[in-house]
């Protein structure tokens, strides 16, 4: 019998950065397939979830919950309570933090270990609150899920996380979203970034030290200054926690222009993506590296580096730069000026981009559940 699973969306953003889009594309695919599903949410996304998975129960948390303080409080004392009144199997914790004390399994997912193995690209409240909540899930989960193999990886190594209870479930991207661009999307795209046809490199994702933008900024700077028509750099995405992209972009010559749209609608993102001349993410440490993924699926030249679990992602569909300003400079400049090798990343992207599936981490993420239920059966004989 199926287990019957509780899926906590309630530490989703707004937004619908890379965690709202796993959250989405699991509940949906999950929904689908027909599981014994319920979702816990913010009231504001209740709708969302109902429309997405219209056969799974979702309930709305309490209004207080939109409050960090007050969510994670909640998550002890709440949500065992809604798994008890919904006859849950099992819980899943979809982003870091759990209940301690649930009368059923929990299984969490952990996106990465980079607050552990790379302090220094966070904060440090935020490295620390998550360290804690890191350890914790290795401790204390039922089960923890990985997006990659290298995340599994650096579990095993930084954490003491025992192998047997570690899953790896990779992302998948949504293809009705993220797709090839056609020349009117790309247009107005570039229309609404006020580029008007102007050619650019485009990063997308959180604005912060860990995506490595002050580099790319400064490679970017090095790569294009003395071309004669030089492509604009467009940054879409939040701004982080420290203010050194702000300087970076603030050394930028009056000659080079730099756009920063903030959050774009998911209907520009292929647009953006496909639209641009090369995709540049050259992160210097990532769990997965969704956007890398979702550029390739739009047609781009990707350009990123070899860190962690990138090349899971990228394969030989991308382009590979060391991911200090130089090197990126000097990667950038070739791709800028060498068309046949981006018309080859380009084709190859959605190509490679196919073979990752929401239907397949959904299948995954069953099969996780099914043996964090068998788990405690086997243990109770």
Known sequence: MAPRVLIDATAVPADRGGVGRYVDGLIRSLGQS??????????????????????????????????????LAWEQTGLPLIAQQTNASLIHSPYYTMPLHASVPVVVTVHDVTFISEPELHSAVRAGFYRSATRTAVRRAARVIVPSQATKDELVR???????????????????????????????VSDRLGLHGRPYVAFLGVLERRKNVPDLVRGWVQAVSDLPEPPALVLAGSSGWDDEVDQAIADVPSSLKVVRPGFLRPSDLPGLLGGAMVVAFPSKAEGFGLPVLEAMACGAAVLTAPRLSLPEVGGDAVEYTEPDSESIAASLRRLIGDEDRRRQLSASGPLRARDFTWEASAAAHRATYERAVAGVVGAAR
């Open 158 to 188: 930084l954490v003491d996380g025992n192998p047997e209870t570690i899953d790896v479930a990779r992302h998948g991207v949504d293809l009705s979203t993220f797709h090839p661009p056609s020349e009117a999307e790309a247009r107005r």
């Open 34 to 71: 027909g599981e014994d599903l319920v979702v816990v949410c913010q009231r504001s996304d209740a709708e969302r979830f109902s429309r997405i998975a219209p056969d799974t129960e979702v309930i709305a948390g309490p209004s207080a919950i939109s409050h960090r303080p007050a969510r």
